[in-house]
């Protein structure tokens, strides 16, 4: 006999830093950081493209690790820090990564780049990948319609060959 | 670099692409969040109030609909429409000019059910999650389905029809010569049927609008679209304002010189991608006709499953060729014949035989094509679009006669090179495709391979494989419009209503425009994807920059006439008396023999109230040329197989591609190489099950309809080769953004074959098909020296 348990959709409250910014929040428990992101706080750089966690679009950093944004719940994360899409620059000066995105033309209609700017820069810091096959690989939670793979990973590995960390 | 790094030593910085290229002129924006795409507008935007619409689709392809029982989901705090058939706005016929199913059927005009998928219901709420929340409780009942109802060409072949027109209307028959006869009688014969399965766009973005109407009655729609006039016309058309402008006569009317000025605006500046799927889509109307009966801006995303039924695809394929060639392997004949799957509604046929018609010498050459209406949603236009699967066959069969012949399958298609256009015997406007074959071969390494089927090994004992196709695609031009205001400033502004889709437009637009005035990049400003601005026509076909480049460029040439007019006509400026001819403008300076100059600021400043604003339409010829016009390429692919597991790995692509003149090397080498990985896709992932008993999309998600990822795509290598095409087209350039898919699919089959022996006739290449017959037996264990 299956216990029925009980459920309330009523909002909890969850502070969450978002691009460094207090946020102190209501929400219903079932509510994805993305749509935390896009429907309550009207961030709309991180993008929706599946809502299944199967394209990578809706990436963004939580405490610093990558996690696509619509398979987690925010509650799960009072007290996080996130980065979306719009905290990687600093005021009008793109991040390396950023810069090296526009230089190596890793992007095309622009749809999936707020996901793979977030999933490169937790890969960078996860410090995993160390050659071209290895950034294919864990990159690859991240799809590119348009195709632009090998500029993405160019991008990617300028970025590690020029950011080394100093001894 | 230090002792410690965490990176091999051997590993080198990548090469800058196309160092010299502007960049994306968008790229700050959609590199920071701020590209704003339809789905990510908010109640500020459209005057405070924006409701979430989430549609509710079909669970049967058949039969109609018995009842809708929306009580449940109208009790659900929030929602304020459950928009069905028996509430929905009555809507008038509408013409879609590119086919779609909504030129046959109007959503949610009656109970009856055309495919699995089908809007059924549309709620719309304060906030997404109500919507979606009440779209679950909407519950509906149907009669019993057809009992004959066809969802593959199967089931449906019975269906099939002669079709007179394909694509945009290309023949869908065609017969040069005796080719039935030649075939039977060629020494050499290939005979080889092949099927491709149908295949989704799933660009990232899914379709969304936002759609509000104005207190004057008029309405507007936020949405990315590849045609925003065609959009509007259709818009017009179905909620009755009575419009002067119809499509097809719009273009009529652009030729004319008459504006589109009734009511309906549609602005589409951002697109998460298109591959043809973004145009006249049954949401258009959906969310439009929600909005009129709650008095509301609505905004309506897709979900991803959605896009499956509600967005078009490419259809399911049959194709037979047979190729009839003499001792030498000369085609004495090429036959052609296609059986396409079309939806019940909705009128697109692939031009299947796009390819066929015009890129191997032949005197005998037939095309026949059939389609069959199956009860699925109307398959559309997809990157292509017909081509790929046209030169699927096409390169694979010749590459069959190649080995039966003993011709290198380079050599083979040398012979047959078509020196004029195969069907109309015209004179070609330009094809170095001689070149492509020759540098592509060369760096790819085609001479060194051994030829020898099943003979090559890589690392790890993997079979290797090379193969090779052409890849040929139309080079198209249709009417557009622009508009150019140099102002006092000395900044020139740049209207015309075409689209960015991902493939560089508004970058390539503004750099023409100011190449064309003198002008540095920063001076000249790009408004477009509105139909408040001037026609520009359809984001399609990879004639942007033909159709749209074509129209800057005379208006741009037109607006440094006047200036150049002006200034020696100005008493005050150090230019006055020259004649115009002797006068250049190069990086906004006006410059003159013997040293004379002004910047084209100073010279505008003098007459602040008179702006230079010019016109032009081009295109009037539709593209018609007394040439032949195609873009041409040749591609290679190296692949290697694991004798064991049959693991197909693409390990490199290289194409070499003539397309003209070359613009912005930077963006058309993106474009190319990502019309190539959408090669790779269809020729070893992608397909889109159908469930033959329901009509049901299966496999409808990214998890499971297969696109490639990061790790599935090689090193591509693109080759560009610039042409003198300026007999072409006044800009000298080709269509290059479907080029790169239309032989990669033939190129990694031929390679599968090289490396294993076995010739996979339908796409896509997945492992069950290897697995039918052994390897070669030459395909030893590894004993690589």
Redesign the interface.
């Known amino acids: 006999m299956l216990e029925t348990l009980p459920y309330s959709n009523a909002p909890v409250p969850v502070d969450l830093t978002i691009n460094g910014q207090l946020h102190q929040l209501a929400i219903e428990p079932r509510t994805t950081l993305l749509d935390v992101l896009r429907e309550h706080l009207g961030l709309m750089g991180t993008k929706k493209g599946c809502d299944h966690g199967q394209c990578g679009a809706c990436t963004v950093l939580l405490n610093g690790e990558r996690r696509v944004s619509c398979l987690t719940l925010a509650v799960s994360h009072d007290e996080a820090t996130v980065t979306t899409v719009e905290g990687l620059a600093t005021g009008d000066e793109l991040s390396p990564l950023q810069q090296a995105f526009l230089e190596y033309d890793a992007y095309q209609c622009g749809y999936c780049t707020p996901g793979q700017l977030c999933s490169a820069q937790g890969l960078l810091h996860e410090g995993h990948a160390r050659t071209r096959d290895e950034v294919r690989e864990l990159m690859s939670g991240n799809l590119c319609r348009c195709g632009a793979y090998p500029h993405i990973t160019d991008a990617i590995l300028s970025v590690l060959l020029t950011q080394q960390p100093t001894p | 670099?230090?002792?410690?790094?965490?990176?091999?030593a051997s590993?080198?910085?990548?090469p800058?692409?196309?160092p010299g290229s502007p960049?994306?002129l968008?790229?700050?924006?959609?590199?920071?969040?701020?590209?704003?795409?339809a789905?990510?507008f908010?109640s500020?935007l459209t005057g405070g109030v924006l409701d979430a619409a989430v549609v509710v689709t079909s669970t049967q392809a058949t039969g109609r609909i018995l009842t809708i029982d929306a009580s449940a989901a109208n009790k659900v705090p929030g929602v304020r429409l459950v928009l069905t058939h028996e509430n929905a706005p009555r809507l008038h016929a509408v013409l879609a000019t590119n086919g779609a199913e909504i030129g046959d059927l109007l959503p949610l005009q009656d109970d009856k059910l055309h495919y699995y998928g089908q809007a059924v219901a549309v709620v719309v709420a304060d906030?997404?999650?109500a919507a979606r929340d009440a779209a679950a409780l909407v519950h509906v009942t149907y009669s019993a389905p057809a009992p004959d109802a066809a969802f593959t060409l199967a089931q449906g072949r019975s269906r099939s029809q002669d079709v007179k027109k394909v694509g945009a209307g290309d023949p869908g028959q065609v017969q040069v010569g005796h080719p039935d006869k030649a075939f039977a009688a060629a020494p050499h014969q290939v005979d080889l049927t092949f099927d491709t399965a149908p295949h989704h766009?799933?660009?990232?973005?899914?379709g969304a609008i936002v759609a509000a109407w104005e207190a004057d009655g008029g309405l507007t729609v936020h949405l990315p679209t590849q045609f925003s006039y065609g959009d509007a016309v259709i818009l017009g058309e179905a909620f009755g304002f009575g419009l002067k402008e119809r499509l097809p006569n719009i273009v009529a009317q652009v030729l004319g010189g008459i504006e589109f000025h009734h009511k309906v605006r549609v602005v589409s500046t951002?697109?998460?991608?298109?591959?043809g799927s973004k145009n006249a889509n049954v949401h258009l109307l959906l969310a439009p006709m929600a909005a009129k009966l709650t008095g509301r801006p609505v905004k309506l995303?897709l979900?991803?499953a959605q896009t499956f039924s509600m967005m078009p695809f490419r259809g399911e394929m049959h194709q037979r060729i047979r190729l009839g060639a003499d001792a030498e392997g000369r085609l004495q004949a090429v036959l052609h014949d296609a059986l396409l799957a079309k939806g019940t509604a909705g009128q697109f046929v692939a031009p299947i035989g796009e390819a066929t018609t015009k890129v191997y010498a032949t005197p005998n050459l037939g095309l026949h094509v059939q389609a069959a209406a199956l009860d699925t949603n109307a398959p559309g236009w997809m990157r292509g679009p017909g081509a790929p699967n046209g030169q699927f066959a096409l390169e694979s069969a010749l590459d069959t006669l190649a080995y039966q012949v003993g011709l290198d399958p380079l050599e083979i298609r040398l012979r047959n090179y078509a020196d004029t256009e195969p069907d109309t015997g015209k004179e070609w406007s330009s094809k170095a495709l001689r070149e492509c074959y020759a540098q592509g071969a060369e760096r790819v390494g085609w001479h060194q391979r051994n030829p020898q089927v099943g003979s090559m090994r890589g690392e790890n004992g993997r079979l290797l494989g090379y193969g090779m196709a052409t890849a040929i695609y139309p080079t198209l031009q249709l009417p557009a419009r622009a508009r150019i205001v140099l102002g006092a400033d000395g900044r020139a502004v740049v209207q015309t209503a075409n689209h960015e889709?991902?493939?560089?437009m508004i970058t390539t637009f503004t750099q023409l425009a100011a190449e064309t005035l003198g002008l540095p990049l920063e001076q000249v400003r790009l408004e477009w994807g509105d139909t408040r601005l001037p026609y520009g026509g359809m984001t399609v076909g990879s004639m942007t920059t033909l159709s749209g480049g074509a129209a800057i460029q005379e208006a741009a040439q037109q607006v440094l006439k006047t200036l150049l007019k002006r200034v020696v006509a100005d008493q005050a400026s150090p230019l006055y008396n020259l004649a115009p001819a002797t006068l250049r403008v190069e990086n906004g300076r006006i410059m003159g023999p013997g040293g004379a100059s002004e910047t084209v600021a100073a010279a505008m400043a003098r007459q602040p109230e008179s702006p230079i604003t010019e016109e032009a339409t081009t295109g009037r010829t539709m593209g018609h040329s007394r040439y032949g016009r195609e873009a041409f390429g040749a591609e290679f692919a190296v692949v290697s197989v694991d004798p064991d597991t049959l693991h197909v790995q693409v390990e490199r692509l290289v194409g070499a591609f003539a397309g003209g003149r070359i613009l912005n090397p930077?963006?058309v080498?993106?474009?190319l190489?990502?019309?190539?990985?959408?090669g790779l896709g269809q020729a070893l992932l992608e397909q889109t099950a159908m469930d033959e008993r329901t009509g049901h999309w299966l496999n409808d998600?990214?998890?499971e309809a297969l696109?490639?990822?990061?790790?599935?795509?090689a090193?591509?290598d693109i080759i560009l080769i610039e042409e003198d095409d300026s007999r072409g087209h006044p800009l000298g350039v080709k269509g290059l953004g479907e080029l790169g898919i239309t032989g990669v699919a033939a190129a990694i089959a031929n390679a599968i074959f090289h490396a294993t022996g076995q010739r996979i006739t339908s796409l896509p290449i997945t492992l069950d098909k290897l697995l039918g017959t052994p390897l070669p037996q030459s395909a030893a264990p590894a004993s690589n020296p």
């Open positions: 670099m230090v002792s410690n790094s965490p990176v091999p590993l080198e910085l990548p800058v692409p196309a960049r994306r968008e790229g700050r924006d959609k590199l920071t969040g701020r590209a704003q795409y789905g990510d908010t500020h906030t997404l999650a766009h799933n660009a990232m973005e899914p951002m697109t998460g991608g298109a591959f995303v979900d991803r889709i991902g493939q560089g930077l963006l080498r993106s474009q190489m990502g019309s190539m990985v959408w998600s990214l998890g696109v490639p990822t990061n790790a599935d795509v090193d591509i």
